[in-house]
């Protein structure tokens, strides 16, 4: 039966290998009509390269762990929530990805901007008195990103959280468990999949966004994927921008790697518990 699998496996060889496959070759093409690793060396003896992969991972790894601090809470919230309250969250959760990220973006521009709403909103109510630079600078960028990728944080989250079975931790409170006691030893193991799976997604989009950086920040914060689409389109060079683009497409990889691995440890510890207990 596995004949069946060749449309599909065709297709994704198609539109997703066949092109990577290009891209790498493009990033190793020397002048010569060879192959070479120069474009590697010339990119990573780039101090400036170095910055930007750095502020990419950096800005990658903030909104991460804002979209972890707030869906966390949000996610467990659904799971206990009643069928109504949680078909309404889930319409205000889900309903923002109907919308595009230009969108979305644009309208974060004009909420903080100097005289936008967010700004006049804290002024009014005495809680500043000029308005805070929330646009062009990493402040803004964080937000906008957060906004945009939570639900991809949630939504994993919100799946574990629904499959713990509530008598766990009341069987751990008839045992003396105080609240902390409860979330470090039973609600936060049992959730770590989910954390992962939501991390992961968060991150890996969170590392390779050029529309939001383009849009809240412009040219005065570079990431990687701003550099990728500045060789393609305005300098015309292809194997800088394709040498660039591998970086990107491995530093994604190694995320998929690393959660993969940490995931597959969780079920390990996961299991052998259970069969201690049993």
């Not at 644009?106 to 100097?114: C, D, E, V, Y």
């Not at 005289?115 to 008195?129: H, P, Q, R, Y």
Request: with cysteine; glycine share 8%.
């Amino acid at each position: 039966m596995g004949w069946l699998a060749l449309p599909g496996v065709g297709y994704l060889s198609l539109v997703f290998a066949l092109p990577l496959v290009f891209l790498l070759a493009t990033s190793l093409r020397a002048t010569d009509g060879g192959f070479s690793l120069d474009g590697y060396t010339a990119f990573f003896s780039d101090a400036y390269h170095l910055t930007v992969i750095w502020n990419t991972v950096k800005i990658a790894g903030i909104v991460t762990g804002i979209c972890l601090l707030i869906g966390y809470p949000v996610a467990f919230a659904m799971a206990r929530a009643s069928l109504a309250v949680q078909g309404l969250m889930f319409l205000v959760l889900i309903l923002p990805l109907s919308v595009g990220v230009v969108v979305k973006s644009f309208a974060w521009t004009i909420l903080l901007r100097s005289n936008g709403l967010l700004n006049m909103t804290l002024m009014k109510l005495g809680l500043i008195d000029d308005p805070l630079k929330l646009l062009f600078n990493e402040r803004g960028l964080v937000i906008t990103a957060v906004h945009v990728f939570l639900p991809f944080m949630v939504l994993p989250i919100f799946t574990v959280a629904r499959q713990i079975d509530r008598r766990l931790t009341d069987a751990a409170a008839t045992l003396g468990a105080g609240a902390m006691y409860k979330f470090r030893h039973v609600v936060w193991p049992l959730s770590v999949p989910g954390v992962i799976t939501g991390c992961t997604f968060v991150f890996s989009m969170a590392v390779s966004m050029y529309v939001i950086p383009a849009l809240v920040v412009g040219d005065r914060f570079q990431t990687l994927p701003a550099l990728v689409a500045r060789a393609y389109l305005f300098m015309r060079d292809r194997q800088a921008g394709s040498t660039m683009a591998v970086v990107l497409l491995a530093m994604a990889v190694l995320i998929v790697l690393i959660s993969s691995w940490l995931a597959r440890r969780v079920d390990a510890r996961l299991g052998s518990a259970h069969k201690g207990t049993s």
